[in-house]
Protein backbone atom coordinates (compact mmCIF):
# COMPACT_ATOMS: atom_id res chain seq x y z
CA UNK A 1 0.00 0.00 0.00
CA UNK A 2 0.92 3.65 -0.03
CA UNK A 3 3.07 5.41 2.10
CA UNK A 4 1.75 5.85 5.77
CA UNK A 5 -0.25 9.29 7.24
CA UNK A 6 0.34 8.62 10.51
CA UNK A 7 3.63 6.06 11.92
CA UNK A 8 3.82 4.94 15.39
CA UNK A 9 7.59 3.57 16.31
CA UNK A 10 8.16 1.76 19.07
CA UNK A 11 6.37 4.51 21.16
CA UNK A 12 7.02 4.80 24.82
CA UNK A 13 5.07 7.00 26.99
CA UNK A 14 5.34 6.69 30.98
CA UNK A 15 3.93 7.86 33.98
CA UNK A 16 5.68 9.91 36.53
CA UNK A 17 5.25 8.83 40.26
CA UNK A 18 7.00 9.52 42.94
CA UNK A 19 8.49 6.31 43.17
CA UNK A 20 9.57 6.22 39.78
CA UNK A 21 8.46 6.27 35.76
CA UNK A 22 6.31 3.62 34.84
CA UNK A 23 5.37 2.88 31.21
CA UNK A 24 1.36 2.70 30.01
CA UNK A 25 2.77 2.54 26.65
CA UNK A 26 5.89 0.07 25.66
CA UNK A 27 7.57 -0.36 22.04
CA UNK A 28 3.73 0.35 20.70
CA UNK A 29 4.64 0.47 16.94
CA UNK A 30 1.74 0.26 13.78
CA UNK A 31 0.50 3.04 11.02
CA UNK A 32 -2.18 4.37 9.67
CA UNK A 33 -2.52 4.47 5.89
CA UNK A 34 -4.03 7.61 3.95
CA UNK A 35 -7.84 6.73 3.63
CA UNK A 36 -8.54 4.09 6.29
CA UNK A 37 -10.52 3.43 8.86
CA UNK A 38 -7.78 1.77 11.84
CA UNK A 39 -9.71 -0.09 15.03
CA UNK A 40 -7.85 0.25 18.19
CA UNK A 41 -9.19 -2.62 20.20
CA UNK A 42 -8.45 -3.99 24.32
CA UNK A 43 -9.98 -3.53 27.76
CA UNK A 44 -9.87 -0.85 29.58
CA UNK A 45 -6.63 0.38 30.85
CA UNK A 46 -4.88 -0.93 27.75
CA UNK A 47 -3.48 2.41 26.73
CA UNK A 48 -5.77 2.83 23.86
CA UNK A 49 -6.81 6.46 25.11
CA UNK A 50 -3.50 6.95 26.00
CA UNK A 51 -1.90 6.63 22.61
CA UNK A 52 -4.68 9.10 20.59
CA UNK A 53 -3.87 11.84 23.46
CA UNK A 54 0.34 11.03 22.38
CA UNK A 55 -0.80 11.61 18.83
CA UNK A 56 -2.72 14.66 19.58
CA UNK A 57 0.27 16.08 22.31
CA UNK A 58 -2.68 16.28 24.88
CA UNK A 59 -1.14 13.90 27.54
CA UNK A 60 -1.94 14.11 30.76
CA UNK A 61 0.55 16.47 32.69
CA UNK A 62 2.21 13.70 34.59
CA UNK A 63 2.70 11.70 31.10
CA UNK A 64 4.79 11.62 28.70
CA UNK A 65 6.67 10.18 25.70
CA UNK A 66 10.07 8.38 26.80
CA UNK A 67 10.91 7.16 23.22
CA UNK A 68 10.23 6.58 19.51
CA UNK A 69 8.40 7.96 17.27
CA UNK A 70 5.20 9.75 15.53
CA UNK A 71 5.42 10.58 11.83
CA UNK A 72 2.41 12.25 11.05
CA UNK A 73 3.06 13.81 7.27
CA UNK A 74 7.00 13.20 7.52
CA UNK A 75 7.18 15.38 10.40
CA UNK A 76 7.73 13.71 13.93
CA UNK A 77 5.50 15.11 15.80
CA UNK A 78 7.00 14.18 19.74
CA UNK A 79 9.62 16.93 19.42
CA UNK A 80 7.17 19.59 18.07
CA UNK A 81 6.54 22.70 20.38
CA UNK A 82 3.00 23.63 21.38
CA UNK A 83 2.58 26.34 19.06
CA UNK A 84 3.06 24.07 16.21
CA UNK A 85 0.82 21.45 17.73
CA UNK A 86 -2.10 24.21 18.22
CA UNK A 87 -1.56 24.57 14.01
CA UNK A 88 -1.81 20.74 13.73
CA UNK A 89 -4.60 20.23 16.13
CA UNK A 90 -8.32 20.73 14.79
CA UNK A 91 -7.08 21.03 11.67
CA UNK A 92 -5.09 18.25 10.18
CA UNK A 93 -5.88 15.67 13.16
CA UNK A 94 -9.05 16.11 15.36
CA UNK A 95 -10.18 14.03 18.03
CA UNK A 96 -13.92 12.60 19.06
CA UNK A 97 -14.34 12.21 22.54
CA UNK A 98 -15.99 9.82 24.35
CA UNK A 99 -18.13 12.12 26.39
CA UNK A 100 -20.63 14.20 24.73
CA UNK A 101 -22.29 15.33 27.48
CA UNK A 102 -19.22 16.91 29.06
CA UNK A 103 -17.26 17.91 26.20
CA UNK A 104 -19.17 20.51 25.04
CA UNK A 105 -18.57 24.14 26.85
CA UNK A 106 -22.51 24.90 28.34
CA UNK A 107 -22.18 28.42 28.04
CA UNK A 108 -21.25 28.97 23.81
CA UNK A 109 -23.81 27.85 21.39
CA UNK A 110 -23.24 24.73 19.41
CA UNK A 111 -23.03 26.42 16.32
CA UNK A 112 -20.10 28.51 17.65
CA UNK A 113 -18.56 25.79 18.65
CA UNK A 114 -18.57 24.24 15.58
CA UNK A 115 -17.54 27.59 13.50
CA UNK A 116 -14.35 27.96 16.40
CA UNK A 117 -12.41 25.71 14.44
CA UNK A 118 -12.50 27.43 11.22
CA UNK A 119 -12.37 30.80 13.63
CA UNK A 120 -8.59 29.23 14.48
CA UNK A 121 -7.69 27.67 12.00
CA UNK A 122 -8.93 28.89 8.43
CA UNK A 123 -9.72 32.86 7.68
CA UNK A 124 -13.27 32.94 6.50
CA UNK A 125 -15.62 35.81 6.93
CA UNK A 126 -18.39 35.37 9.23
CA UNK A 127 -20.87 34.51 7.34
CA UNK A 128 -18.86 31.45 5.28
CA UNK A 129 -18.19 30.32 8.39
CA UNK A 130 -21.92 29.97 9.52
CA UNK A 131 -22.65 28.38 6.53
CA UNK A 132 -19.98 25.84 6.45
CA UNK A 133 -21.03 25.26 9.78
CA UNK A 134 -24.82 24.61 8.91
CA UNK A 135 -23.82 22.37 5.42
CA UNK A 136 -22.11 20.14 7.70
CA UNK A 137 -24.42 20.37 10.97
CA UNK A 138 -26.72 18.90 8.00
CA UNK A 139 -24.13 16.25 6.48
CA UNK A 140 -23.91 15.02 10.23
CA UNK A 141 -27.73 14.30 10.36
CA UNK A 142 -29.14 17.45 12.59
CA UNK A 143 -32.87 18.28 11.55
CA UNK A 144 -33.56 21.89 11.51
CA UNK A 145 -29.62 22.90 11.66
CA UNK A 146 -30.66 26.61 11.33
CA UNK A 147 -32.12 26.55 14.33
CA UNK A 148 -29.98 24.50 16.02
CA UNK A 149 -26.83 26.48 15.37
CA UNK A 150 -28.49 28.85 17.86
CA UNK A 151 -28.74 25.66 20.79
CA UNK A 152 -27.15 25.23 23.51
CA UNK A 153 -25.79 21.80 24.42
CA UNK A 154 -27.93 21.72 27.62
CA UNK A 155 -31.30 21.82 25.13
CA UNK A 156 -29.70 18.94 22.91
CA UNK A 157 -30.39 14.81 23.61
CA UNK A 158 -26.81 12.91 23.70
CA UNK A 159 -27.17 11.63 20.00
CA UNK A 160 -27.50 15.01 18.87
CA UNK A 161 -24.56 16.42 21.17
CA UNK A 162 -22.56 13.51 19.94
CA UNK A 163 -23.56 14.86 16.35
CA UNK A 164 -22.34 18.53 17.45
CA UNK A 165 -19.18 16.67 18.64
CA UNK A 166 -18.55 15.05 15.01
CA UNK A 167 -19.26 18.22 13.36
CA UNK A 168 -16.21 19.87 15.39
CA UNK A 169 -13.95 16.75 14.33
CA UNK A 170 -15.12 17.45 10.93
CA UNK A 171 -14.94 20.57 9.97
CA UNK A 172 -12.04 21.63 9.03
CA UNK A 173 -11.70 18.60 6.86
CA UNK A 174 -8.89 17.11 8.73
CA UNK A 175 -6.91 14.26 6.85
CA UNK A 176 -7.03 12.00 10.29
CA UNK A 177 -9.59 11.85 13.00
CA UNK A 178 -9.27 9.75 15.88
CA UNK A 179 -12.52 8.78 17.76
CA UNK A 180 -12.00 7.37 20.97
CA UNK A 181 -15.01 5.42 21.85
CA UNK A 182 -17.38 7.67 19.99
CA UNK A 183 -20.42 5.36 21.25
CA UNK A 184 -19.64 4.13 24.24
CA UNK A 185 -21.66 6.52 26.25
CA UNK A 186 -24.35 6.04 23.92
CA UNK A 187 -27.83 3.95 24.12
CA UNK A 188 -28.41 1.02 21.69
CA UNK A 189 -30.72 2.72 18.84
CA UNK A 190 -28.41 6.30 19.07
CA UNK A 191 -25.19 3.94 18.86
CA UNK A 192 -25.91 2.62 15.57
CA UNK A 193 -27.29 5.87 13.80
CA UNK A 194 -23.85 7.17 15.04
CA UNK A 195 -22.40 4.10 13.50
CA UNK A 196 -23.74 4.84 10.29
CA UNK A 197 -22.38 8.20 10.49
CA UNK A 198 -19.45 6.96 11.10
CA UNK A 199 -19.78 4.37 8.08
CA UNK A 200 -21.00 7.46 5.72
CA UNK A 201 -17.66 9.83 6.67
CA UNK A 202 -15.37 6.73 5.93
CA UNK A 203 -17.04 6.33 1.91
CA UNK A 204 -17.83 10.70 1.45
CA UNK A 205 -14.45 11.96 2.90
CA UNK A 206 -10.73 11.40 2.59
CA UNK A 207 -10.25 11.25 5.98
CA UNK A 208 -8.11 8.35 7.47
CA UNK A 209 -10.05 7.34 10.68
CA UNK A 210 -8.58 6.00 13.87
CA UNK A 211 -11.46 4.05 15.59
CA UNK A 212 -11.20 3.26 19.18
CA UNK A 213 -13.50 0.74 21.19
CA UNK A 214 -13.23 -2.36 23.57
CA UNK A 215 -16.05 -3.63 21.42
CA UNK A 216 -15.36 -5.91 18.82
CA UNK A 217 -18.57 -5.89 17.23
CA UNK A 218 -18.19 -2.32 16.31
CA UNK A 219 -14.85 -2.72 15.32
CA UNK A 220 -15.88 -5.12 12.57
CA UNK A 221 -18.74 -2.63 11.25
CA UNK A 222 -16.73 0.19 10.42
CA UNK A 223 -12.94 -0.78 10.53
CA UNK A 224 -10.30 -1.55 7.71
CA UNK A 225 -7.62 -2.84 10.24
CA UNK A 226 -7.41 -3.26 13.78
CA UNK A 227 -4.75 -3.21 16.47
CA UNK A 228 -5.23 -5.30 19.32
CA UNK A 229 -3.88 -3.47 22.58
CA UNK A 230 -3.21 -5.23 25.67
CA UNK A 231 -1.20 -3.43 28.46
CA UNK A 232 0.18 -1.03 26.81
CA UNK A 233 1.72 -3.34 24.02
CA UNK A 234 0.28 -4.11 20.44
CA UNK A 235 -0.27 -7.91 20.64
CA UNK A 236 -1.88 -8.69 17.49
CA UNK A 237 -2.52 -6.54 14.28
CA UNK A 238 -4.13 -6.97 10.86
CA UNK A 239 -7.17 -7.06 8.86
CA UNK A 240 -10.42 -6.52 10.59
CA UNK A 241 -11.68 -10.15 8.61
CA UNK A 242 -8.39 -12.03 9.55
CA UNK A 243 -8.18 -10.61 13.37
CA UNK A 244 -12.12 -11.61 13.85
CA UNK A 245 -11.91 -14.54 12.43
CA UNK A 246 -8.32 -16.00 12.34
CA UNK A 247 -7.32 -14.49 15.77
CA UNK A 248 -3.72 -15.72 16.38
CA UNK A 249 -2.85 -14.53 19.91
CA UNK A 250 -4.40 -15.90 23.02
CA UNK A 251 -5.82 -12.49 24.05
CA UNK A 252 -7.70 -11.76 20.69
CA UNK A 253 -9.10 -15.44 20.87
CA UNK A 254 -10.41 -14.46 24.51
CA UNK A 255 -11.83 -11.05 23.32
CA UNK A 256 -13.84 -12.77 20.46
CA UNK A 257 -14.97 -15.84 22.45
CA UNK A 258 -16.76 -13.28 25.19
CA UNK A 259 -18.48 -11.82 22.47
CA UNK A 260 -21.84 -12.90 22.65
CA UNK A 261 -24.04 -14.44 19.59
CA UNK A 262 -27.39 -16.70 19.33
CA UNK A 263 -24.80 -19.44 18.77
CA UNK A 264 -24.03 -19.53 22.97
CA UNK A 265 -28.01 -18.95 23.89
CA UNK A 266 -27.98 -21.04 26.80
CA UNK A 267 -23.83 -20.94 27.45
CA UNK A 268 -22.54 -19.44 30.30
CA UNK A 269 -20.31 -16.71 28.14
CA UNK A 270 -16.90 -17.19 27.95
CA UNK A 271 -14.41 -14.79 30.26
CA UNK A 272 -10.98 -14.28 29.88
CA UNK A 273 -9.69 -14.86 33.83
CA UNK A 274 -8.02 -12.37 36.15
CA UNK A 275 -7.44 -8.72 35.03
CA UNK A 276 -5.18 -6.07 33.07
CA UNK A 277 -2.07 -5.74 35.30
CA UNK A 278 -2.44 -2.19 37.29
CA UNK A 279 0.49 -0.20 35.85
CA UNK A 280 2.58 -0.62 39.14
CA UNK A 281 2.29 -4.51 38.51
CA UNK A 282 3.61 -4.53 34.94
CA UNK A 283 6.24 -7.22 35.08
CA UNK A 284 9.17 -7.96 32.17
CA UNK A 285 7.48 -10.01 29.85
CA UNK A 286 4.41 -10.90 28.21
CA UNK A 287 1.79 -8.52 30.60
CA UNK A 288 -0.99 -11.17 29.57
CA UNK A 289 1.32 -14.48 30.82
CA UNK A 290 -0.67 -14.36 33.97
CA UNK A 291 -4.30 -14.87 32.06
CA UNK A 292 -3.39 -16.63 29.18
CA UNK A 293 -3.89 -20.78 29.29
CA UNK A 294 -1.17 -21.33 26.90
CA UNK A 295 1.98 -19.16 28.88
CA UNK A 296 5.30 -20.92 28.77
CA UNK A 297 8.23 -20.16 31.18
CA UNK A 298 9.86 -17.60 28.69
CA UNK A 299 6.35 -15.53 28.67
CA UNK A 300 7.20 -14.47 32.16
CA UNK A 301 10.87 -13.14 30.98
CA UNK A 302 10.74 -11.89 27.56
CA UNK A 303 8.24 -10.00 25.36
CA UNK A 304 8.01 -11.51 22.08
CA UNK A 305 9.09 -10.06 18.98
CA UNK A 306 6.18 -9.16 16.16
CA UNK A 307 5.95 -11.57 13.54
CA UNK A 308 3.87 -12.18 10.94
CA UNK A 309 1.90 -15.22 10.92
CA UNK A 310 -0.51 -15.64 7.44
CA UNK A 311 -1.79 -12.57 7.49
CA UNK A 312 -1.36 -10.42 10.40
CA UNK A 313 1.27 -9.69 12.44
CA UNK A 314 1.12 -11.60 16.56
CA UNK A 315 3.39 -10.70 19.39
CA UNK A 316 2.55 -14.31 21.20
CA UNK A 317 5.69 -16.76 21.88
CA UNK A 318 3.70 -19.49 20.47
CA UNK A 319 4.44 -18.22 16.85
CA UNK A 320 8.43 -17.05 17.83
CA UNK A 321 9.49 -20.66 17.73
CA UNK A 322 10.04 -22.78 14.19
CA UNK A 323 6.67 -23.72 13.75
CA UNK A 324 6.25 -19.25 12.03
CA UNK A 325 4.79 -19.84 8.95
CA UNK A 326 6.19 -17.42 6.26
CA UNK A 327 3.57 -14.87 5.28
CA UNK A 328 3.77 -12.06 3.15
CA UNK A 329 3.51 -8.79 4.46
CA UNK A 330 0.15 -7.13 6.04
CA UNK A 331 0.31 -4.18 3.51
CA UNK B 1 -34.60 28.79 43.23
CA UNK B 2 -36.76 29.59 45.73
CA UNK B 3 -33.60 29.63 47.49
CA UNK B 4 -32.71 32.96 46.12
CA UNK B 5 -35.70 34.61 47.48
CA UNK B 6 -34.09 33.96 51.17
CA UNK B 7 -34.65 36.82 53.84
CA UNK B 8 -31.00 37.91 53.74
CA UNK B 9 -30.57 38.21 50.32
CA UNK B 10 -34.07 40.62 49.99
CA UNK B 11 -32.40 42.66 52.78
CA UNK B 12 -29.08 42.84 51.01
CA UNK B 13 -31.03 43.66 47.73
CA UNK B 14 -33.26 46.57 49.30
CA UNK B 15 -29.95 47.89 51.35
CA UNK B 16 -27.97 48.42 48.27
CA UNK B 17 -31.14 49.47 46.25
CA UNK B 18 -31.50 52.36 48.93
CA UNK B 19 -28.04 53.36 49.24
CA UNK B 20 -27.62 53.69 45.04
CA UNK B 21 -31.19 55.36 45.09
CA UNK B 22 -29.70 58.23 47.52
CA UNK B 23 -26.35 58.39 46.15
CA UNK B 24 -27.59 58.89 42.47
CA UNK B 25 -29.73 61.66 43.70
CA UNK B 26 -27.10 63.82 45.15
CA UNK B 27 -25.58 63.87 41.95
CA UNK B 28 -28.96 65.92 41.21
CA UNK B 29 -30.10 67.09 44.62
CA UNK B 30 -29.19 67.42 47.75
CA UNK B 31 -31.21 69.60 50.60
CA UNK B 32 -28.41 72.45 51.68
CA UNK B 33 -25.10 72.45 49.94
CA UNK B 34 -22.87 69.69 51.47
CA UNK B 35 -19.57 71.35 52.29
CA UNK B 36 -21.90 74.89 53.02
CA UNK B 37 -21.47 75.72 56.71
CA UNK B 38 -23.63 77.54 58.94
CA UNK B 39 -22.31 78.74 62.51
CA UNK B 40 -25.11 79.72 63.77
CA UNK B 41 -26.38 75.65 63.82
CA UNK B 42 -23.55 73.91 64.90
CA UNK B 43 -24.37 70.14 66.05
CA UNK B 44 -28.21 70.65 66.05
CA UNK B 45 -30.40 67.57 66.97
CA UNK B 46 -32.52 66.02 63.97
CA UNK B 47 -35.04 67.86 62.92
CA UNK B 48 -37.38 68.53 59.98
CA UNK B 49 -35.17 71.01 58.65
CA UNK B 50 -31.96 68.72 59.55
CA UNK B 51 -33.09 65.37 59.38
CA UNK B 52 -30.06 63.88 60.56
CA UNK B 53 -29.17 67.43 62.24
CA UNK B 54 -26.10 68.73 61.94
CA UNK B 55 -22.06 68.62 62.54
CA UNK B 56 -19.51 70.92 64.17
CA UNK B 57 -19.23 73.34 60.91
CA UNK B 58 -23.18 73.56 61.11
CA UNK B 59 -23.13 71.66 57.74
CA UNK B 60 -26.19 69.20 56.98
CA UNK B 61 -25.27 65.99 57.40
CA UNK B 62 -27.71 64.06 55.23
CA UNK B 63 -26.70 66.39 52.61
CA UNK B 64 -22.93 64.99 53.68
CA UNK B 65 -23.86 61.56 53.68
CA UNK B 66 -25.42 61.41 50.22
CA UNK B 67 -22.57 62.91 48.62
CA UNK B 68 -20.13 60.72 50.91
CA UNK B 69 -22.56 58.01 48.80
CA UNK B 70 -21.03 58.63 45.22
CA UNK B 71 -17.25 58.65 47.26
CA UNK B 72 -18.16 55.32 48.53
CA UNK B 73 -19.59 54.05 45.58
CA UNK B 74 -16.30 55.49 43.65
CA UNK B 75 -14.04 53.57 45.42
CA UNK B 76 -15.57 50.48 45.99
CA UNK B 77 -16.02 50.47 42.13
CA UNK B 78 -12.46 51.49 41.20
CA UNK B 79 -10.94 49.71 43.68
CA UNK B 80 -13.34 46.53 42.50
CA UNK B 81 -11.97 46.71 39.29
CA UNK B 82 -8.22 47.35 40.12
CA UNK B 83 -8.32 44.39 41.93
CA UNK B 84 -10.49 42.14 39.72
CA UNK B 85 -8.05 42.98 36.54
CA UNK B 86 -4.76 42.15 38.46
CA UNK B 87 -6.05 39.66 40.24
CA UNK B 88 -7.52 37.99 36.79
CA UNK B 89 -4.39 38.30 35.22
CA UNK B 90 -2.30 36.67 37.98
CA UNK B 91 -4.86 34.00 39.27
CA UNK B 92 -5.22 32.80 35.51
CA UNK B 93 -1.88 32.46 34.60
CA UNK B 94 -1.30 30.83 38.20
CA UNK B 95 -4.19 28.62 37.18
CA UNK B 96 -4.18 27.89 33.82
CA UNK B 97 -0.45 27.58 33.51
CA UNK B 98 0.26 25.69 36.76
CA UNK B 99 4.03 24.54 37.56
CA UNK B 100 6.45 27.25 37.93
CA UNK B 101 4.45 29.55 37.40
CA UNK B 102 1.76 29.48 39.51
CA UNK B 103 4.60 28.79 42.11
CA UNK B 104 6.14 32.15 41.39
CA UNK B 105 2.82 34.01 41.55
CA UNK B 106 1.42 32.36 44.55
CA UNK B 107 4.31 32.99 46.55
CA UNK B 108 4.14 36.39 45.88
CA UNK B 109 0.45 36.35 46.64
CA UNK B 110 1.46 34.53 49.69
CA UNK B 111 3.71 37.48 50.43
CA UNK B 112 0.91 39.92 49.54
CA UNK B 113 -1.00 37.91 52.15
CA UNK B 114 0.44 37.71 54.96
CA UNK B 115 1.27 41.43 55.21
CA UNK B 116 -1.73 43.34 56.93
CA UNK B 117 -3.52 44.80 54.37
CA UNK B 118 -4.36 48.03 55.93
CA UNK B 119 -0.53 49.02 56.87
CA UNK B 120 0.15 47.85 53.03
CA UNK B 121 -2.31 50.41 52.35
CA UNK B 122 -0.94 53.06 54.72
CA UNK B 123 2.11 52.56 53.59
CA UNK B 124 1.47 53.37 49.98
CA UNK B 125 -0.53 56.40 51.06
CA UNK B 126 2.41 57.66 53.57
CA UNK B 127 4.71 57.28 50.38
CA UNK B 128 2.65 58.87 48.04
CA UNK B 129 0.20 61.59 49.01
CA UNK B 130 -3.41 60.92 50.57
CA UNK B 131 -5.89 61.47 48.54
CA UNK B 132 -8.88 59.78 46.36
CA UNK B 133 -6.99 58.58 43.63
CA UNK B 134 -4.24 56.84 45.97
CA UNK B 135 -6.48 55.62 48.12
CA UNK B 136 -8.73 53.80 45.03
CA UNK B 137 -5.30 52.70 44.23
CA UNK B 138 -3.86 51.73 47.69
CA UNK B 139 -7.40 49.48 48.57
CA UNK B 140 -7.31 47.97 44.93
CA UNK B 141 -3.87 46.78 45.82
CA UNK B 142 -5.38 45.40 49.05
CA UNK B 143 -7.62 43.55 46.98
CA UNK B 144 -5.57 42.07 44.71
CA UNK B 145 -4.66 38.61 46.97
CA UNK B 146 -8.63 37.18 47.47
CA UNK B 147 -9.43 38.08 43.91
CA UNK B 148 -6.18 35.73 42.69
CA UNK B 149 -7.01 33.24 44.67
CA UNK B 150 -10.81 32.82 43.88
CA UNK B 151 -9.69 33.21 39.84
CA UNK B 152 -7.12 30.85 40.06
CA UNK B 153 -9.34 27.59 42.13
CA UNK B 154 -12.02 28.27 39.52
CA UNK B 155 -9.21 28.18 36.64
CA UNK B 156 -7.61 25.22 37.95
CA UNK B 157 -11.29 23.33 38.14
CA UNK B 158 -12.61 24.57 34.88
CA UNK B 159 -8.74 23.21 33.22
CA UNK B 160 -9.87 19.76 34.39
CA UNK B 161 -13.46 19.69 32.43
CA UNK B 162 -13.75 17.76 29.34
CA UNK B 163 -15.01 20.74 27.37
CA UNK B 164 -11.77 22.52 28.04
CA UNK B 165 -9.40 19.41 26.99
CA UNK B 166 -11.55 19.12 24.15
CA UNK B 167 -11.38 23.10 22.88
CA UNK B 168 -7.23 21.72 23.31
CA UNK B 169 -7.83 19.66 20.92
CA UNK B 170 -9.71 21.58 18.10
CA UNK B 171 -6.29 23.61 18.23
CA UNK B 172 -7.34 26.36 20.43
CA UNK B 173 -4.36 28.59 22.62
CA UNK B 174 -4.41 29.36 26.29
CA UNK B 175 -6.20 32.95 25.32
CA UNK B 176 -8.79 32.19 23.62
CA UNK B 177 -9.37 29.00 26.40
CA UNK B 178 -9.00 31.59 28.91
CA UNK B 179 -11.36 34.07 27.64
CA UNK B 180 -14.10 31.76 26.00
CA UNK B 181 -14.13 28.69 27.48
CA UNK B 182 -13.05 29.14 31.33
CA UNK B 183 -13.57 32.78 32.37
CA UNK B 184 -17.45 32.84 31.58
CA UNK B 185 -18.35 29.48 33.36
CA UNK B 186 -15.89 30.79 36.24
CA UNK B 187 -18.10 34.00 36.51
CA UNK B 188 -20.27 33.65 39.26
CA UNK B 189 -17.78 32.87 41.81
CA UNK B 190 -15.89 35.89 40.39
CA UNK B 191 -18.73 37.61 41.14
CA UNK B 192 -19.62 37.07 44.71
CA UNK B 193 -15.70 37.70 45.33
CA UNK B 194 -16.28 41.21 43.48
CA UNK B 195 -19.38 41.68 45.38
CA UNK B 196 -18.22 40.87 48.91
CA UNK B 197 -14.53 42.85 47.92
CA UNK B 198 -17.14 46.16 47.22
CA UNK B 199 -17.73 46.14 51.34
CA UNK B 200 -14.15 45.23 51.99
CA UNK B 201 -13.06 48.67 49.85
CA UNK B 202 -16.00 50.69 51.84
CA UNK B 203 -14.66 49.73 55.08
CA UNK B 204 -11.11 50.02 53.68
CA UNK B 205 -11.92 53.35 52.68
CA UNK B 206 -13.62 54.29 56.01
CA UNK B 207 -10.79 53.04 58.01
CA UNK B 208 -7.87 54.95 56.11
CA UNK B 209 -10.62 58.11 56.46
CA UNK B 210 -10.91 57.98 59.97
CA UNK B 211 -7.29 57.40 60.54
CA UNK B 212 -6.82 60.77 58.61
CA UNK B 213 -5.36 59.46 55.19
CA UNK B 214 -8.14 59.10 53.03
CA UNK B 215 -10.39 61.07 51.44
CA UNK B 216 -9.10 64.73 52.02
CA UNK B 217 -11.55 67.61 53.18
CA UNK B 218 -13.58 68.90 52.25
CA UNK B 219 -14.33 66.02 49.91
CA UNK B 220 -17.39 64.11 52.16
CA UNK B 221 -16.11 60.83 53.45
CA UNK B 222 -18.27 58.74 55.65
CA UNK B 223 -15.09 57.86 57.27
CA UNK B 224 -13.91 61.05 57.65
CA UNK B 225 -17.07 61.91 59.28
CA UNK B 226 -17.05 59.27 61.79
CA UNK B 227 -13.40 61.21 62.77
CA UNK B 228 -14.78 64.57 63.03
CA UNK B 229 -17.94 63.21 65.06
CA UNK B 230 -16.05 61.58 67.51
CA UNK B 231 -15.22 64.88 69.57
CA UNK B 232 -18.90 65.05 70.24
CA UNK B 233 -19.42 61.30 70.78
CA UNK B 234 -21.29 63.03 74.18
CA UNK B 235 -22.72 65.95 73.07
CA UNK B 236 -24.21 64.68 69.51
CA UNK B 237 -24.38 61.38 69.33
CA UNK B 238 -26.54 61.51 66.67
CA UNK B 239 -23.92 62.14 64.07
CA UNK B 240 -21.60 59.70 65.29
CA UNK B 241 -24.59 56.80 65.04
CA UNK B 242 -25.88 58.45 61.59
CA UNK B 243 -22.53 57.82 59.89
CA UNK B 244 -22.12 54.28 61.76
CA UNK B 245 -25.17 53.00 60.70
CA UNK B 246 -25.20 54.10 57.08
CA UNK B 247 -21.37 52.45 56.42
CA UNK B 248 -22.35 49.59 58.31
CA UNK B 249 -25.82 49.40 56.39
CA UNK B 250 -23.30 49.51 52.99
CA UNK B 251 -21.29 46.76 54.34
CA UNK B 252 -23.87 44.32 55.18
CA UNK B 253 -26.01 45.54 51.89
CA UNK B 254 -23.29 44.14 49.86
CA UNK B 255 -22.38 41.41 51.95
CA UNK B 256 -25.89 39.24 51.92
CA UNK B 257 -26.00 40.39 48.56
CA UNK B 258 -22.72 38.50 48.17
CA UNK B 259 -24.12 35.68 50.39
CA UNK B 260 -27.26 35.50 47.91
CA UNK B 261 -25.74 34.85 44.98
CA UNK B 262 -23.53 32.46 46.41
CA UNK B 263 -26.48 30.59 47.56
CA UNK B 264 -28.04 30.77 44.63
CA UNK B 265 -25.17 28.82 42.68
CA UNK B 266 -25.18 26.30 44.92
CA UNK B 267 -28.65 25.24 44.15
CA UNK B 268 -27.41 24.93 41.07
CA UNK B 269 -24.61 23.32 41.39
Redesign the interface.
Known sequence: MSTPLLSIENLDVAFHFQDGDYNAINHVSFNVYPNEVLGIVGESGCGKSLTSKAIMGILPENASVKQGSITFRETNLVTMKEKQWQKIRGDAISMISQEPMTSLNPLLTVGKQIAEVLKQHRSYSKKEMKEKTIALMKEVGLPRAEALYKSYPHQLSGGMRQRIVIAIALIASPQLIIADEPTTALDVTIQAQILDLFKNIKNTRNSSLIFISHDLGVIRQVCDRVVVMYAGRVVEQGKVADILYEPKHPYTKGLIQSIPDHTKRGQELYTIPGNVPGLKERKRGCPFADRCAHRMDICHTHFPDEVYVENQAVSCHLYTKEEVKHVSTIH | MKKSQSIPWRIGIVLVICLMTMMIISFFYTPFGPNEMNTGSRLEAPSFSHPFGTDNFGRDILSRVMQGAQTAFLIGTSSVFIGLMFGFILGASAGYF?GWVDEIIMRFIDAMLAFPGILLAIMLISVFEPGLKNTIIAIGIMSVPGFTRIIRSSFIQYKT?????????????AL?IIY??IL??AFSPILVAATLSFSGAILGESGLSYLGLGVQPPDPSWGRMLKEAQPFIVTAPWYVIIVGVIITMMVLGFNLLGDGIRDKQDTKA
Open positions: GYDFVKASVAKGAGRHHPN
